[in-house]
């Protein structure tokens, strides 16, 4: 029962968060010294809230003594795949996550769900091939593409921990 009181609320402040999600000019401007041009693109590309919850995770990050530039960058950049997703097929997401999966697959016969639904399933992936199209390191395209398992030993746990308390 808490397991489940803290799952919701988790929800609720993610959802919360989506809706009033925010980078301000001098956070963005603190990222170019350390982010290549391409980098950058991809993270101007990036919905607000992915953009926000990007550079919370790298907060985290830094938070837990992680200075390399691939792994902060992997933090920042790791949800770039969720595209312009919106906030109703990521509800019907966590719904899916939490009650399960048949939720999202019934909402994906609604229409306009369907290819959203599917980017966010496949967004590590999705994301990971930007990367790697957009030149990004091989250690930093796999932190992002394993970001659900890692398999990065030293830094992979870290990662998903700071995601999924962001």
């Not at 939490?98 to 590590?124: E, F, K, M």
């Amino acid at each position: 029962m808490v397991a489940a009181a803290r799952w919701w609320a988790t929800k609720a402040r993610q959802f919360g968060g989506h809706l009033v999600a925010r980078v301000r000019p001098g956070e963005r401007a603190q990222l170019r010294p350390w982010l290549t041009p391409a980098e950058l693109a991809i993270f101007d590309a990036m919905h607000v809230a992915d953009r926000r919850h990007g550079l919370d995770v790298v907060r985290r990050l830094r938070q837990a003594g992680v200075t390399e530039r691939d792994v902060l960058a992997a933090g920042l950049l790791h949800d770039c795949g969720k595209a312009d997703t919106g906030v109703l097929p990521r509800v019907v997401w966590s719904l899916g996550q939490g009650v399960g999966r048949w939720v999202p697959s019934t909402a994906a016969h609604l229409r306009g769900l369907a290819a959203p639904l599917d980017r966010l399933a496949r967004h590590a992936d999705l994301s990971a091939d930007l990367l790697a199209a957009a030149g990004c390191p091989e250690r930093m395209v796999d932190l992002v593409r394993y970001q659900d398992a890692p398999r990065d030993p030293r830094y992979g746990a870290l990662l998903k921990d700071a995601d999924e308390a962001s």
